[in-house]
């Protein structure tokens, strides 16, 4: 430090700050007092930061939603002096700038963190004034933060009462200061005074004032007693070190998390309830700029009916709808969590600057250890200085994450909860705009990026900032030459921009066609039944493949590209610190172990903003990106019941509903905010293209009556309902509801069913009276179902009604409506789907028995109860043709032959239905929410990671480690050698070093830049030609350690991105084929979200996120060894602190493993109810509205975020509690390096470049700790997504494959089929569905099937196609014994007409024929002859699309659509099982006749859906618990009085 040589140091800074002797720069003593240097920065500046620091903590203490009582005089006190205090140092600070004191810089330090200090102390003071604090004294660390300050005041006044003492009053500025000192110690008097005053702290009143926020917001089934309620009244402490959370670790260690339940309840400022109240004012004031009264009468109301959730209230819906496209939601978001926010970049912007502290005292300390003699305060003052900022560091920025991610939670519980409220209110034509999936992902993907903006936000500013600051700190160092390596660095942004840019476009088209292949998928598994039944696995697989093959080459790319950037953040660091120190080298300067220390730790620090900008741009534009969506589906026109129906009373009092000249389209107007007629329509205009059209409807229903609404198949019944509901888009006339504010109780033609309890489906919410709900069951026919449930009412009937038949399903959606008691009922055809015997039930018992004094409007094909109805409306082509009396209407619709006996004789999906009439206890417990996450306890089984291993390649595995370790090793290498070279350097070099700058001037300068240093020239020529060829050896090894790293850098990315997208492709094959060759038992019991989600976010996790974390956990774990390494070497007495600090760490990171791993599993199992609720709200929106459900509805949505919500910010809780732990265990590695290196440097046995090694590798522990926990959990919860898609590909029960014989391509050729002694059972345990079956069909033979339900029709199908495998017997075609036929070979060579009319989302031509196999006249030949030709036409012919599951057909078309299929097939044997339930009977007997007609010479099997039509077989087979009880002729079977089939005939006049 001597010489020529002038260092600016910390000496020197802080002798420039305190105007102090550069030898003795900080004086604790001067003048018999304390030194104003003392004084002013620890008494004054520190505690101060520390009274910030601490009142910030509290600014977030939850507010309380009502102030109920006065508020006590000692806070008036305490306001009134802290502000006033603030407002004292403001003018104090004046002062100083006025006065130009020699230490004027530590006057403004001091007087700028007092200001600081009281205002942010102001704010927590304010805050704890509407808090539960508010009617005590407030927290008790209040005073003692006061007390702080005392002793600087006391100093202060000591000192300018000598400084006036000395100079008399001619300073009158001095006096100021003193008269302005005396006021803040009179004000730190009147602080105190405020404690004097009593404040209430009985229990009643703190009840009173609180007790609304008392109240639990999850109404649940769970206990909640003993939960604790997470940080909230939690000490400073505890909140500082999570010390609240170590009980829920505790029970997560003993394995005790296993229920959402069982974590902590959220602080009160977080609840969904309390934020979404916060977020909807926001909303208001947004809304109504000015602050009309409207908004804040609606603000009380809703702060006074806290039962009701605030969205849902009609009052504010009214305010909503309408003007919601005024609303931008990031204004309101702003306006919600802005401020505080923001406030939070203060906390980033402390600790970024304090990271680069780090680095410069690092320098200042080798500097130190390198000079001989230096004193041993320095070096102490460099230790505590890097103690202190690596501990304030870490604490700021953890403190920064954890506010940050409360605040993204109560974001997303803001946004998660409009979008859902927004869903209920949007109109249905609005609506249609977006399938199902496109709506779940505004509240999945697309909230998660919105939110994640939160976490990105403030790096976007933050960035640059490091950025410029280190390359300053740069120039400091190594003066220009820091150009010749950040120049590469510069020159990298645009290639980093361009990449960043390519990557988001792959993004975009993989995801796209990714959400292609899950919408395939999702069509797939809905429709898997035909899919088997039509041996079409083949052809869809091929297509999954074809969708999956356009992914992975985006994913192909998107990974190399990842490689790419992968490489240059690995080989930056390595090429800016060799092309800065060949560039300083040869400028002709020296490098010193200082230097080159403080500059590699100063480039690692300058890599982190060049990598990371384009990933946060990318972040903050794809944030950008979803919140337009997200904007764009809030902006949708709003369903507004107050314009759709007319005001106005209609003339004859008695009417419910009136009609006059109404048309409705299921499509918007065009003017979205209008509902008036269009310009270029007129009432009897033409219909819009694609969009069903009801026109010029005049209709009267009068109370009380029973409407009865017939006609054909498409002619609009369904959308007759639908416009008195107000789903549709009235397009001129006049519609009015008289008590529709009540509801409707509607039972829509798709029974929707909630999952959930038999009994909650019926109760819908309402409270439970026991003999209404009785009389609802008798009338429903659900009494012997209910029998044969195995929970009776509590059996939980799984998704979508998954275990009932569809039968059970209808009755169970007609309990609720009719549980409801509505005045108005809506009844859509539901009596399809029942057999004779219940459909007669349901008339006399409930349409026309317990609804015999409501308003009924039925719809129906049944015309058999038409002539009960009191008026009878015909419909036709979107028009009412004739309103009457049922004998005026039904003369009009030609009867078909014995209409006595049009019944369904069986329900439909009897397949289900047989399965579940044994004791199901093992197929409900299997269908409990949380049934499967339960089975994944624990550790991952190492079979997890071998399956990966087995994945991604044993060679390329070990390939990819060998380049990890290849790396690692040639990095430390190349460190090793540049501190080998520096003492080589220093040993051998006696040369002068000279500064080329000797200005004087810049050794006053704050912070100058470092001297450029050369040889002095009084070297002969042979020395230094030796110096240089040395120099030359040098740096040549140098460089080539740095190019075998990056080639070795370049061999690991791109060998990691092959093995990422080869095991992709791998585990995605497998578990296609797996799941599509799974038996049918599996489907029947497995609901469809849990397979999807392995198709969905699971496989995205193997291709996308498990390689990102694994990549990082293996970068780190090497990066961890060779640093321990490195260190150990360099200075091997930091052995001693690193045992115990191992042996910390592995105790830290277990205890926290274990619970991280179940919160991670709980935030997926909450999750789910959160998507699969919204998906179940959006199937049944039209009865959630109708009925009039959708304030419930969105109290349970809150209730499951908040269960979600609670689980997230416990895990987000737990990571920060680590993180604070790891970051102490970094901040003693450093201090212990640095102590041992200042005790070794005394006893002079230090090699300063190796310390200085040690110690920029210990500056970058704690990220790397933390980083090595968070990636290994982060791999284990994304390996979990390995385990879930392994147990699919491995453990799921498969259909045989294998076949013992093969048959020619004509069999069977006759069509024979033969049962001999089948007996079926779905699973151990219970009873037979076949039960000894024995009957032989004769070749060419037409037979009809008919029975009971579950007495085994469907079960003869199942087992004819081999969906279950028989347990006994033989079935055989042509003799041919069908269980030695391969599959594919027996499922091709028959036909069937399913129940069920499912259609995938694709053309009309794709549905008839998806191999392509016929042209197109045979396919419109097909659909003529299905009575569908025009219809498809219309929708725009054979290459039009369906919609999704064909939505644009009506229930009845579908069901043509399928028989359409079935007359395209060559088979032989054809089996029709109900295939026309929906169809009216006019087309039913035309459909009949087409039949007879194409296949007369085939085996015909139908299972009857309406007796008359297997009166003409040839036989019909009654089927009775399994058994075959008669099998004969027709006619036969007629004569015989005490036949089983008589008994049926009769079915709809008495009980069998």
Same mark, same amino acid.
């Given at each position: 430090?001597?010489?020529?040589?002038?260092?600016?140091?910390?000496?020197?800074?802080?002798?420039?700050?305190?105007?102090?002797?550069?030898?003795?720069?900080?004086?604790?003593?001067?003048?018999?007092?304390?030194?104003?240097?003392?004084?002013?920065?620890?008494?004054?500046?520190?505690?101060?930061?520390?009274?910030?620091?601490?009142?910030?903590?509290?600014?977030?203490?939850?507010?309380?939603?009502?102030?109920?009582?006065?508020?006590?005089?000692?806070?008036?006190?305490?306001?009134?002096?802290?502000?006033?205090?603030?407002?004292?140092?403001?003018?104090?600070?004046?002062?100083?700038?006025?006065?130009?004191?020699?230490?004027?810089?530590?006057?403004?330090?001091?007087?700028?963190?007092?200001?600081?200090?009281?205002?942010?102390?102001?704010?927590?003071?304010?805050?704890?004034?509407?808090?539960?604090?508010?009617?005590?004294?407030?927290?008790?660390?209040?005073?003692?933060?006061?007390?702080?300050?005392?002793?600087?005041?006391?100093?202060?006044?000591?000192?300018?009462?000598?400084?006036?003492?000395?100079?008399?009053?001619?300073?009158?500025?001095?006096?100021?200061?003193?008269?302005?000192?005396?006021?803040?110690?009179?004000?730190?008097?009147?602080?105190?005074?405020?404690?004097?005053?009593?404040?209430?702290?009985?229990?009643?009143?703190?009840?009173?004032?609180?007790?609304?926020?008392?109240?639990?917001?999850?109404?649940?089934?769970?206990?909640?007693?003993?939960?604790?309620?997470?940080?909230?009244?939690?000490?400073?402490?505890?909140?500082?070190?999570?010390?609240?959370?170590?009980?829920?670790?505790?029970?997560?260690?003993?394995?005790?998390?296993?229920?959402?339940?069982?974590?902590?309840?959220?602080?009160?400022?977080?609840?969904?309830?309390?934020?979404?109240?916060?977020?909807?004012?926001?909303?208001?004031?947004?809304?109504?700029?000015?602050?009309?009264?409207?908004?804040?009468?609606?603000?009380?109301?809703?702060?006074?009916?806290?039962?009701?959730?605030?969205?849902?209230?009609?009052?504010?819906?009214?305010?909503?709808?309408?003007?919601?496209?005024?609303?931008?939601?990031?204004?309101?978001?702003?306006?919600?969590?802005?401020?505080?926010?923001?406030?939070?970049?203060?906390?980033?912007?402390?600790?970024?600057?304090?990271?680069?502290?780090?680095?410069?005292?690092?320098?200042?300390?080798?500097?130190?250890?390198?000079?001989?003699?230096?004193?041993?305060?320095?070096?102490?003052?460099?230790?505590?200085?890097?103690?202190?900022?690596?501990?304030?560091?870490?604490?700021?920025?953890?403190?920064?994450?954890?506010?940050?991610?409360?605040?993204?939670?109560?974001?997303?519980?803001?946004?998660?909860?409009?979008?859902?409220?927004?869903?209920?209110?949007?109109?249905?034509?609005?609506?249609?705009?977006?399938?199902?999936?496109?709506?779940?992902?505004?509240?999945?993907?697309?909230?998660?990026?919105?939110?994640?903006?939160?976490?990105?936000?403030?790096?976007?500013?933050?960035?640059?900032?490091?950025?410029?600051?280190?390359?300053?700190?740069?120039?400091?160092?190594?003066?220009?030459?820091?150009?010749?390596?950040?120049?590469?660095?510069?020159?990298?942004?645009?290639?980093?921009?361009?990449?960043?840019?390519?990557?988001?476009?792959?993004?975009?088209?993989?995801?796209?066609?990714?959400?292609?292949?899950?919408?395939?998928?999702?069509?797939?598994?809905?429709?898997?039944?035909?899919?088997?039944?039509? !041996?079409?696995?083949?052809?869809?697989?091929?297509?999954?493949?074809?969708?999956?093959?356009?992914?992975?080459?985006?994913?192909?790319?998107?990974?190399?590209?990842?490689?790419?950037?992968?490489?240059?953040?690995?080989?930056?660091?390595?090429?800016?610190?060799?092309?800065?120190?060949?560039?300083?080298?040869?400028?002709? !300067?020296?490098?010193?172990?200082?230097?080159?220390?403080?500059?590699?730790?100063?480039?690692?620090?300058?890599?982190?903003?060049?990598?990371?900008?384009?990933?946060?741009?990318?972040?903050?534009?794809?944030?950008?990106?979803?919140?337009?969506?997200?904007?764009?589906?809030?902006?949708?026109?709003?369903?507004?019941?107050?314009?759709?129906?007319?005001?106005?009373?209609?003339?004859?009092?008695?009417?419910?509903?009136?009609?006059?000249?109404?048309?409705?389209?299921?499509?918007?107007?065009?003017?979205?905010?209008?509902?008036?007629?269009?310009?270029?329509?007129?009432?009897?205009?033409?219909?819009?293209?694609?969009?069903?059209?009801?026109?010029?409807?005049?209709?009267?229903?009068?109370?009380?009556?029973?409407?009865?609404?017939?006609?054909?198949?498409?002619?609009?019944?369904?959308?007759?309902?639908?416009?008195?509901?107000?789903?549709?888009?009235?397009?001129?006339?006049?519609?009015?509801?008289?008590?529709?504010?009540?509801? *409707?109780?509607?039972?829509?033609?798709?029974?929707?069913?909630?999952?959930?309890?038999?009994?909650?489906?019926?109760?819908?919410?309402?409270? *439970?009276?026991?003999? *209404?709900?009785?009389?609802?069951?008798?009338?429903?026919?659900?009494?012997?179902?209910?029998?044969?449930?195995?929970?009776?009412?509590?059996?939980?009937?799984?998704?979508?009604?998954?275990?009932?038949?569809?039968?059970? #399903?209808?009755?169970?959606?007609?309990?609720?409506?009719?549980?409801?008691? #509505?005045?108005? /009922?809506?009844?859509?055809?539901?009596?399809?789907?029942?057999?004779?015997?219940?459909?007669?039930?349901?008339?006399? #018992?409930?349409?026309?028995?317990?609804?015999?004094?409501?308003?009924?409007?039925?719809?129906?094909?049944?015309?058999?109860?038409?002539?009960?109805?009191?008026?009878?409306?015909?419909?036709?082509?979107?028009?009412?043709?004739?309103?009457?009396?049922?004998?005026?209407?039904?003369?009009?619709?030609?009867?078909?032959?014995?209409?006595?006996?049009?019944? !369904?004789?069986?329900?439909?999906?009897?397949?289900?239905?047989?399965?579940?009439?044994?004791?199901?206890?093992?197929?409900?417990?299997?269908?409990?929410?949380?049934?499967?996450?339960?089975?994944?306890?624990?550790?991952?089984?190492?079979?997890?990671?071998?399956? *990966?291993?087995?994945?991604?390649?044993?060679?390329?595995?070990?390939?990819?480690?060998?380049?990890?370790?290849?790396?690692?090793?040639?990095?430390?290498?190349?460190?090793?050698?540049?501190?080998?070279?520096?003492?080589?350097?220093?040993?051998?070099?006696?040369?002068?070093?000279?500064?080329?700058?000797?200005?004087?001037?810049?050794?006053?300068?704050?912070?100058?830049?470092?001297?450029?240093?050369?040889?002095?020239?009084?070297?002969?020529?042979?020395?230094?030609?030796?110096?240089?060829?040395?120099?030359?050896?040098?740096?040549?090894?140098?460089?080539?350690?740095?190019?075998?790293?990056?080639?070795?850098?370049?061999?690991?990315?791109?060998?990691?991105? /092959?093995?990422?997208?080869?095991?992709?492709?791998?585990?995605?094959?497998?578990?296609?084929?797996?799941?599509?060759?799974?038996?049918?038992?599996?489907?029947?019991?497995?609901?469809?979200?849990?397979?999807?989600?392995?198709?969905?976010?699971?496989?995205?996790?193997?291709?996308?996120?498990?390689?990102?974390?694994?990549?990082?956990?293996?970068?780190?774990?090497?990066?961890?060894?060779?640093?321990?390494?490195?260190?150990?070497?360099?200075?091997?007495?930091?052995?001693?602190?690193?045992?115990?600090? &191992?042996?910390?760490?592995?105790?830290?990171?277990?205890?926290?493993?274990?619970?991280?791993?179940?919160?991670?599993?709980?935030?997926?199992?909450?999750?789910?109810?959160?998507?699969?609720?919204?998906?179940?709200?959006?199937?049944?929106?039209?009865?959630?509205?109708?009925?009039?459900?959708?304030?419930?509805?969105?109290?349970?949505?809150?209730?499951?975020?908040?269960?979600?919500?609670?689980?997230?910010?416990?895990?987000?809780?737990?990571?920060?509690?680590?993180?604070?732990?790891?970051?102490?265990?970094?901040?003693?590695?450093?201090?212990?390096?640095?102590?041992?290196?200042?005790?070794?440097?005394?006893?002079?046995?230090?090699?300063?470049?190796?310390?200085?090694?040690?110690?920029?590798?210990?500056?970058?522990?704690?990220?790397?700790?933390?980083?090595?926990?968070?990636?290994?959990?982060?791999?284990?919860?994304?390996?979990?997504?390995?385990?879930?898609?392994?147990?699919?590909?491995?453990?799921?029960?498969?259909?045989?494959?294998?076949?013992?014989?093969?048959?020619?391509?004509?069999?069977?050729?006759?069509?024979?089929?033969?049962?001999?002694?089948?007996?079926?059972?779905?699973?151990?345990?219970?009873?037979?569905?076949?039960?000894?079956?024995?009957?032989?069909?004769?070749?060419?033979?037409?037979?009809?099937?008919?029975?009971?339900? &579950?007495?085994?029709?469907?079960?003869?199908?199942?087992?004819?196609?081999?969906?279950?495998?028989?347990?006994?017997?033989?079935?055989?075609?042509?003799?041919?014994?069908?269980?030695?036929?391969?599959?594919?070979?027996?499922?091709?060579?028959?036909?069937?007409?399913?129940?069920?009319?499912?259609?995938?989302?694709?053309?009309?031509?794709?549905?008839?024929?998806?191999?392509?196999?016929?042209?197109?006249?045979?396919?419109?030949?097909?659909?003529?002859?299905?009575?569908?030709?025009?219809?498809?036409?219309?929708?725009?012919?054979?290459?039009?699309?369906?919609?999704?599951?064909?939505?644009?057909?009506?229930?009845?078309?579908?069901?043509?659509?399928?028989?359409?299929?079935?007359?395209?097939?060559?088979?032989?044997?054809?089996?029709?099982?109900?295939?026309?339930?929906?169809?009216?009977?006019?087309?039913?007997?035309?459909?009949?006749?087409?039949?007879?007609?194409?296949?007369?010479?085939?085996?015909?099997?139908?299972?009857?859906?309406?007796?008359?039509?297997?009166?003409?077989?040839?036989?019909?087979?009654?089927?009775?618990?399994?058994?075959?009880?008669?099998?004969?002729?027709?006619?036969?079977?007629?004569?015989?009085?005490?036949?089983?089939?008589?008994?049926?005939?009769?079915?709809?006049?008495?009980?069998?």
């Amino acid at each position: 430090m001597g010489g020529s040589t002038s260092v600016f140091g910390a000496a020197e800074f802080i002798s420039e700050l305190c105007h102090t002797n550069v030898d003795r720069p900080f004086p604790v003593w001067q003048n018999g007092t304390i030194s104003p240097c003392v004084n002013q920065l620890l008494l004054g500046s520190l505690a101060h930061a520390i009274i910030a620091i601490i009142s910030a903590c509290y600014i977030s203490v939850p507010r309380l939603t009502h102030i109920v009582s006065s508020l006590p005089i000692g806070w008036g006190f305490r306001t009134a002096s802290t502000v006033l205090m603030g407002i004292l140092f403001f003018g104090d600070l004046v002062l100083v700038f006025e006065l130009q004191a020699p230490d004027i810089y530590l006057d403004v330090l001091a007087d700028g963190c007092g200001i600081l200090a009281w205002m942010v102390h102001f704010g927590a003071v304010l805050a704890l004034q509407r808090t539960m604090y508010r009617r005590t004294r407030g927290p008790a660390v209040l005073p003692f933060l006061l007390i702080l300050s005392i002793p600087n005041l006391a100093f202060i006044l000591t000192a300018y009462t000598q400084e006036i003492n000395r100079l008399g009053v001619s300073e009158p500025l001095l006096v100021v200061r003193l008269a302005l000192t005396v006021t803040r110690a009179a004000l730190v008097l009147v602080y105190l005074f405020g404690y004097i005053f009593p404040c209430y702290r009985t229990q009643r009143d703190l009840v009173s004032c609180n007790a609304e926020d008392e109240v639990p917001l999850i109404v649940s089934f769970e206990p909640n007693e003993g939960v604790t309620v997470a940080e909230d009244g939690c000490n400073f402490l505890s909140r500082l070190l999570y010390l609240w959370l170590n009980p829920l670790l505790k029970r997560g260690k003993r394995g005790e998390l296993e229920r959402p339940c069982d974590v902590f309840q959220l602080p009160h400022r977080l609840r969904t309830k309390a934020v979404n109240l916060r977020f909807y004012q926001c909303w208001q004031k947004c809304l109504h700029p000015r602050g009309q009264e409207k908004p804040a009468r609606l603000d009380r109301l809703s702060r006074e009916n806290l039962q009701d959730n605030s969205w849902s209230e009609a009052e504010p819906e009214r305010i909503c709808e309408g003007t919601q496209h005024d609303v931008k939601l990031l204004q309101v978001l702003h306006k919600a969590f802005g401020l505080r926010y923001y406030l939070l970049g203060v906390l980033k912007l402390v600790a970024s600057m304090l990271a680069f502290a780090g680095p410069l005292l690092l320098g200042q300390l080798v500097g130190f250890m390198e000079t001989e003699g230096a004193p041993l305060s320095k070096g102490v003052w460099c230790t505590v200085g890097l103690f202190a900022s690596t501990f304030l560091a870490a604490l700021l920025r953890n403190v920064f994450v954890y506010e940050v991610s409360k605040v993204a939670l109560e974001a997303r519980a803001a946004v998660i909860s409009t979008i859902y409220s927004k869903a209920l209110k949007v109109s249905a034509p609005a609506l249609a705009r977006f399938n199902m999936g496109e709506v779940v992902n505004f509240m999945s993907t697309d909230t998660d990026r919105v939110v994640n903006f939160f976490n990105s936000f403030h790096e976007v500013w933050s960035l640059p900032f490091q950025f410029v600051l280190a390359l300053y700190l740069l120039y400091l160092q190594v003066g220009v030459a820091f150009l010749g390596g950040v120049g590469v660095a510069v020159l990298l942004v645009p290639f980093n921009k361009v990449l960043a840019s390519r990557i988001l476009e792959n993004n975009k088209h993989m995801l796209l066609h990714k959400d292609g292949r899950v919408k395939l998928m999702t069509e797939i598994l809905f429709g898997i039944r035909v899919l088997k039944y039509y !041996n079409w696995e083949e052809h869809f697989t091929q297509k999954i493949a074809e969708a999956r093959k356009k992914e992975l080459h985006h994913l192909k790319v998107l990974k190399y590209l990842d490689a790419v950037c992968v490489y240059t953040w690995a080989a930056l660091p390595v090429v800016i610190s060799i092309l800065t120190f060949i560039t300083y080298v040869l400028l002709g !300067n020296n490098l010193t172990a200082a230097k080159v220390f403080s500059t590699l730790a100063l480039v690692g620090m300058l890599i982190l903003p060049l990598n990371a900008f384009p990933w946060v741009l990318n972040g903050t534009l794809e944030a950008k990106v979803s919140l337009d969506r997200i904007q764009c589906f809030l902006t949708l026109q709003d369903q507004d019941l107050t314009v759709y129906y007319t005001q106005v009373c209609p003339e004859d009092p008695l009417s419910v509903v009136q009609m006059d000249q109404a048309s409705f389209s299921w499509k918007q107007p065009v003017d979205s905010d209008s509902v008036s007629v269009p310009d270029d329509k007129t009432e009897n205009g033409s219909p819009p293209p694609h969009s069903f059209y009801l026109h010029a409807l005049n209709l009267s229903v009068k109370r009380g009556s029973l409407v009865a609404v017939v006609g054909k198949v498409g002619c609009g019944k369904s959308s007759l309902l639908a416009a008195i509901t107000g789903e549709l888009t009235r397009c001129g006339g006049e519609v009015s509801v008289q008590g529709r504010e009540q509801g *409707f109780g509607l039972v829509a033609q798709e029974s929707w069913i909630q999952h959930a309890t038999v009994k909650d489906n019926i109760l819908f919410g309402r409270d *439970f009276d026991s003999m *209404f709900y009785q009389a609802v069951i008798e009338a429903c026919a659900l009494a012997d179902d209910l029998n044969i449930l195995p929970g009776g009412d509590q059996t939980e009937v799984g998704e979508n009604g998954v275990t009932l038949s569809g039968g059970q #399903k209808s009755r169970l959606a007609f309990a609720r409506a009719v549980y409801m008691d #509505k005045e108005i /009922y809506l009844l859509d055809d539901p009596l399809a789907a029942v057999d004779a015997d219940v459909a007669h039930h349901l008339m006399d #018992k409930c349409i026309l028995g317990i609804l015999k004094n409501k308003t009924r409007i039925l719809c129906t094909h049944r015309t058999e109860f038409v002539d009960k109805a009191d008026v009878v409306v015909l419909m036709d082509n979107g028009m009412i043709v004739k309103t009457g009396t049922p004998n005026e209407v039904l003369s009009l619709i030609k009867p078909p032959k014995d209409s006595k006996n049009n019944s !369904n004789a069986k329900e439909k999906d009897a397949i289900v239905r047989e399965e579940v009439e044994a004791n199901e206890t093992e197929l409900e417990s299997e269908l409990k929410m949380f049934g499967e996450e339960q089975k994944q306890m624990g550790k991952l089984s190492w079979a997890v990671y071998c399956s *990966f291993w087995r994945a991604v390649g044993g060679c390329l595995a070990v390939a990819v480690l060998l380049s990890l370790f290849l790396m690692q090793a040639t990095k430390n290498v190349s460190d090793w050698w540049l501190s080998h070279w520096i003492s080589h350097m220093k040993d051998n070099t006696t040369t002068e070093l000279v500064s080329l700058s000797a200005d004087p001037l810049l050794t006053l300068t704050f912070l100058s830049p470092g001297r450029l240093i050369f040889h002095a020239p009084d070297r002969g020529s042979e020395t230094s030609g030796s110096m240089s060829s040395e120099l030359k050896f040098y740096m040549t090894v140098y460089g080539s350690l740095a190019a075998a790293n990056t080639v070795f850098t370049a061999a690991r990315a791109f060998l990691f991105a /092959y093995g990422a997208i080869r095991a992709a492709t791998v585990i995605h094959k497998r578990l296609l084929s797996s799941v599509l060759k799974a038996t049918m038992t599996f489907f029947d019991t497995t609901p469809l979200g849990r397979i999807l989600n392995r198709f969905s976010s699971d496989i995205y996790c193997v291709d996308d996120s498990l390689p990102f974390v694994l990549n990082i956990l293996l970068a780190n774990v090497f990066g961890l060894l060779g640093m321990l390494v490195v260190m150990t070497y360099g200075l091997p007495w930091v052995v001693l602190p690193l045992v115990p600090l &191992g042996v910390l760490y592995y105790q830290t990171q277990c205890f926290y493993r274990h619970s991280s791993r179940e919160l991670k599993r709980l935030c997926s199992l909450t999750l789910s109810p959160v998507y699969s609720h919204f998906s179940e709200t959006l199937s049944g929106l039209s009865t959630v509205r109708a009925s009039g459900h959708t304030a419930r509805f969105e109290e349970e949505n809150e209730r499951r975020v908040e269960q979600n919500q609670r689980c997230l910010f416990n895990s987000n809780a737990a990571m920060q509690w680590l993180d604070i732990r790891l970051q102490m265990i970094g901040v003693t590695v450093v201090t212990g390096i640095s102590v041992i290196a200042v005790i070794q440097h005394q006893l002079k046995s230090i090699d300063p470049g190796l310390v200085g090694l040690s110690l920029s590798y210990a500056l970058s522990i704690t990220n790397l700790l933390s980083g090595l926990i968070f990636s290994f959990a982060q791999t284990e919860m994304q390996l979990v997504s390995i385990e879930r898609t392994e147990e699919y590909s491995t453990n799921i029960p498969q259909e045989p494959q294998q076949a013992s014989i093969e048959v020619l391509d004509s069999w069977p050729e006759k069509g024979s089929v033969e049962f001999v002694g089948a007996v079926l059972a779905y699973r151990p345990g219970l009873p037979n569905a076949l039960d000894g079956v024995s009957l032989e069909v004769l070749p060419g033979e037409r037979v009809g099937i008919v029975g009971r339900t &579950g007495s085994g029709k469907s079960s003869l199908f199942l087992a004819l196609f081999r969906m279950v495998e028989l347990n006994q017997g033989q079935i055989l075609l042509d003799g041919v014994d069908i269980s030695s036929v391969r599959l594919g070979n027996l499922r091709s060579k028959l036909a069937i007409i399913p129940q069920d009319p499912f259609l995938f989302s694709c053309s009309v031509r794709e549905n008839l024929d998806p191999h392509g196999l016929h042209p197109d006249f045979r396919l419109l030949d097909a659909l003529e002859q299905c009575h569908l030709g025009d219809v498809v036409q219309r929708i725009g012919g054979l290459d039009s699309e369906v919609g999704e599951r064909g939505k644009s057909l009506s229930v009845g078309q579908r069901q043509l659509l399928c028989l359409a299929r079935a007359l395209l097939t060559e088979a032989n044997i054809l089996c029709i099982d109900e295939a026309t339930a929906s169809v009216d009977q006019k087309t039913d007997m035309l459909l009949q006749k087409t039949i007879r007609e194409k296949f007369k010479d085939k085996t015909v099997l139908t299972i009857a859906h309406r007796l008359n039509t297997i009166m003409d077989s040839d036989r019909v087979l009654v089927m009775h618990a399994g058994k075959v009880v008669e099998f004969d002729s027709p006619a036969a079977l007629c004569q015989r009085e005490d036949s089983f089939f008589q008994k049926l005939l009769r079915g709809g006049e008495e009980q069998v």
